[in-house]
């Protein structure tokens, strides 16, 4: 049974651009939550994604901007890319409450 | 302001020695707590975590954990570590009302280990 899956696993980009991550959660899984680790840092909740919608938001820009599909998987794209949004992101997805299961993340470069 | 602390950003023990890593919340309740590893190019993989009910949680790969209401600690113990114990280690926090699943996580301690 596939665990989440998270594409790309490197990426680099120029500032200014956008970016869009991309995640497919373990099977039965219909929430999906986003972090992002910076370097020697723990991981930053984002927001997270039920029934197509957004249902908690951390303290992000609008520059973060996410999406679920009918099939539970999900897209975070991030818009005008900073320097400081050089991070390894994260997705999780769960069923039941906390029962969370982790990708192996998305290092994004930003230069 | 909901936080955790790991006082301890890098430790190093010898391998067969005991082990304690620290983690202390700041929170309006008692919240959900939990434990995680995370070895290089990794994602996060859960050791433990303490709902309610006995406040000394088994985990995995021979980990426990005690929450201490009265500290508002949640320190990971394991007695006798090993070589593959490497890695980092992240305390977090959920809130147990409203329905949401955010976890707030400390900054993380890493573990070496000398053989």
């Known amino acids: 049974d596939a665990g989440v899956t998270q594409s790309p696993t490197h990426l680099i980009k120029t500032r200014g651009q956008q970016v869009t991550l991309r995640c497919s959660p373990k099977?039965?899984?219909?929430?999906v939550s986003w972090y992002q680790q910076a370097l020697g840092q723990g991981p930053q909740f984002i927001f997270q994604y039920y029934e197509e919608e957004e249902r908690q938001r951390g303290n992000f820009p609008d520059r973060f901007s996410g999406h679920q599909f009918p099939n539970y998987s999900s897209e975070l794209n991030v818009n005008a890319l900073l320097l400081g949004d050089s991070a390894l992101y994260l997705c999780a997805s769960n069923r039941e409450h906390y029962g969370y299961t982790f990708g192996s993340g998305t290092r994004l470069t930003v230069v | 302001a909901q936080s955790v602390t790991q006082p301890d950003i890098h430790i190093t023990v010898s391998e067969g020695a005991s082990l304690e890593l620290r983690c202390n919340y700041s929170?309006?309740?008692?919240?959900?707590l939990f434990w995680y590893v995370q070895s290089p190019g990794q994602g996060l993989q859960l050791l433990l975590k303490?709902?309610?009910?006995?406040?000394l949680v088994q985990g995995i790969k021979g980990f426990e954990a005690e929450f201490k209401r009265s500290q508002s600690s949640f320190n990971l113990r394991k007695p006798s570590v090993h070589w593959s114990d490497a890695a980092e280690y992240f305390c977090?926090?959920?809130?147990?009302?409203?329905?949401?699943?955010?976890?707030?996580f400390g900054a993380g301690t890493r573990l070496a280990v000398h053989p």
């Open positions: 929170y309006g309740a008692t919240p959900y």
């Open positions: 099977s039965g899984h219909d929430t």
């Open positions: 977090a926090v959920g809130a147990r009302s409203g329905g949401y699943n955010k976890l707030i």
């Open positions: 303490y709902f309610s009910g006995d406040t």
